[in-house]
């Protein structure tokens, strides 16, 4: 390993986070989700050597640590793009018109839910609550939780992305 | 400045300590002339109330108003008119308010409030309401233990762990009669004296935060706005049955909320209300976060259990139950945290008391979270038996846009669509049964004309659908086959035939699923038939959709 390295690369700085999420946990195997949480909140997403690695020092079969990547929707194996665009399917969200707002995002930037851009810059996603339903119809826009939205409200906010 | 009095107590606090803290943290906070509250929940956050509190305290501070304070509560909840701030002693209520009202707000302390950011509370949404749960919501500053504990905070646990014996304590909570509210109605008191009966070495208390339901957001807004008060609850409740851990766990998707009880249970522990010894006593108990990873299915409590031991959550059938084998088989009580919430109000003043509020079989109060096509979203509280009419008419106020009424959901996925003909109905645990819904967590969306109720339906199963573990072959291929049959019926594809199989494949998921996610999953398909069947046959038979939302494709009619 290349713990003793004066100067950590991103990638190391990464792996010593994850390592410290294992070893908050005793290494035991319950520490897994919350250890591919800090895998996912530092690299953006769960890559395969991060997954073989928390298998190792985790000592899971690696069958059992994808079987459980891939169970839970909030754990993704692609990597994201730049800006994301969370839309809420949640009932108070449906009732006041999330589809059109859905069909509008999908229509002009040719992605499904899930999907990122050819570029790398947008990925849309879908949430099933985001619990702030008096606000329906709502949205996460790069971290940010915006409510009462209407199809023109989010390509418009969108829209203010494509500019660095 | 409201932290002068306990700041520097770092060190174990004992029962004594508690109601002398109480009484100098109201003092302290009485020595403010005027005090604002501003809400910073996460709805009102999300208006940018946290700006909203920068500016008041910057030109309180300018102007060297030093008898003033601003606080940062909880919701409270009329969150459709966010961002919030409410001014004390003399209670105004101002809506909407943005950075820039800061200066006239200010101005207007002492003097005549500030009239067209008033908010008036003499309104059935303020009047009707009977707070428990959230007593403390918009009250307290949910960061600040101080505030808790200037509330009569931990008191409860410290007179349960100095003069109640565990079967006291699950006496009480049996008399009571206090059900869980995460949507079963399981008999609190019944769960507590079952796990504290069962034999082992380690017992475990999980508090279930994992609020799946679409639509609901009660849990979010009770830990948001009142974290310790859930802490508090969970270790009575430990106390009771004899564990000595204790695990939240909560959805991902709740940032704030984690954020808070992270802080909470770092505060709680540095004065021993949580961790070994508490308040000076042999009771041990300490609390663990468990985050959720998006998956609706561990709302179950096997498959949440699954999940806080790092698996996949899929359910096992039961028993056992986890009352005698849960969390690493060891006995183990979880409660919603509503449920747990409602521990100390009831410690404080008395199971009679409690059993007075609410209808024979469903005592108390219940929070609802109100949204959809209702002119006041937002979070509330009513005694049980509170009719549905008094909910969305007066308390609600009706119907934006003056449209009409056409149903309510509840108990989200696996609840109804409850038609205008029940609004009558008063709400509890046996009459939303037996009007095909469920009480549920909480979560009731309105819904008007315009909303086509096989849609709704077909909106329920897709939810089933994607969210089934897939572990039982009648609920993951069941609701695929009914979201297929319900897609025909609302693109005008189905036939007479189409609509008695969707029936038989209710009959058959609803019976022979393994867990309450299909067992529970034809419910919107039931009641939609029950009380729309109308509506259903106008899509097979004419195409038509009476709530003009549906669009047939009937050029493609050959493609079914």
Known sequence: MTQHAPVLTAEEKRRRMVMAT????????????????????????????????????????????????????????????????????????????????????TKTYHIAPGETTE???????????????????????????????????????????KKP | MEKTVIHHMTQALTPDDLPRIAEAERAAASAFEHTIHVCVAAGCLSQHSDQVKQHLEHHIQERGLAHCQVKGVGCMGLCRAGPLVSVRPASTLYQAVTPD????????????????????????????????????????????????????????LAHVLTTLTPAQVIDQISRSGLRGRG???????????????????????????????????????????????????????????????????IRAEYPLAIKRLQTAIRQAERVKLIGSNILGTAFTFQIHLRLGAGAFVCG??????????????????????????????????????????????????????????????????????????????????????????????????????????????????????????YLDT??????????????????????????????????????????????????????????ELLSRIVQGRASGEDMALLQELCETVRYTSLCGLGQSAPNPVLSTIKYFEDEYLAHITNHVCPAGQCQFEMAQEGQA
């Not at chain 1, 839970?72 to 059109?100: D, M, N, V, W």
């Not at chain 1, 119809?137 to 989010?154: K, M, N, Q, S, W």
């Not at chain 2, 200066?103 to 428990?132: H, K, N």
């Not at chain 2, 109605?185 to 339901?213: H, M, Q």
């Open chain 2, 426 to 483: 008063p709400v509890d645990y046996e009459s939303l049964t037996a009007l095909g819904s469920i009480m549920g967590s909480g979560g009731m969306i309105v819904m008007d004309e315009h909303s086509c109720m096989v849609d709704v339906a077909r909106y329920f199963m897709e939810f089933c659908m994607s969210e089934s573990c897939g572990k039982c072959v009648p609920c993951r291929v069941g609701t695929a086959e009914m979201y």
């Open chain 1, 22 to 105: 294992m070893r908050r946990h005793g290494y035991t195997p319950d520490a897994l989700i919350e250890t591919l949480h800090t895998v996912q909140s530092a690299a953006g997403y769960l890559d395969e050597p991060s997954l073989r690695f928390v298998a190792s020092e985790l000592h899971l079969p690696l069958s059992l640590v994808y079987g459980v990547a891939t169970f839970y929707h909030a754990f993704t194996l692609k990597p994201e793009g730049r800006h994301r665009c969370i839309l809420c399917q949640g009932t108070a969200c449906y009732i006041k018109g999330s589809q059109a707002i859905l069909n509008a995002v």
């Open chain 2, 101 to 156: 009202d800061a200066p006239a707000i200010v101005e207007s302390l002492g003097a005549e409030p500030v009239q067209r950011l008033a908010c008036p509370t003499d309104r059935p949404f303020f009047t009707r309401q009977t707070r428990i749960v959230l007593a403390n919501s918009g009250e307290i500053d949910p960061e600040h233990l101080e505030d808790y504990l200037a509330a009569g905070g931990y008191q409860q």
């Open chain 1, 119 to 161: 570029d790398g810059e947008i990925s849309l996603l879908t949430a099933r609550c985001l619990g702030a339903c008096s606000m329906a119809p709502t949205a996460i826009l790069d971290e940010e939780v915006v409510g009462y939205l209407t199809p023109e409200r989010v390509l418009t906010r969108m829209e203010g992305w």
């Open chain 2, 183 to 249: 949507g079963a109605g399981y008999p609190t008191g019944l769960k507590w004296s079952t796990v504290a009966k069962a034999s082992g070495p380690r017992k475990f208390v999980i508090c279930n935060a994992d609020e799946g339901d679409p639509g609901a957001f009660m849990d979010r807004s009770v830990l948001e706005s009142d974290p310790h008060r859930v802490l508090e609850g969970m270790a009575i409740a430990a106390y009771a049955v004899g564990a000595s851990e204790g695990y939240i766990y």
């Open chain 2, 300 to 421: 179950e409590e096997t498959a949440l259990i699954a999940s806080i031991e790092g698996r996949r959550g899929q359910p096992r059938p039961r028993p056992p139950f986890p009352a005698e084998s849960g969390l690493w088989r060891a006995p183990t009580l979880i409660n919603n945290v509503e449920t747990y919430a409602n521990i100390a109000p009831i410690i404080a003043n008395g199971p009679e008391w409690f059993a007075s509020i609410g209808t024979e079989r469903s005592k108390g109060t219940k929070v609802f979270a109100l949204a959809g096509k209702v002119v006041n979203t937002g979070l509330i509280e009513v005694p049980m038996g509170t009719t549905l009419r008094t909910i969305i008419h007066d308390i609600g106020e009706g119907i934006p846009e003056g449209r009409r009424f056409k149903a309510v959901q509840t108990g989200g996925p696996s609840g109804g669509c409850i038609p205008a003909a």
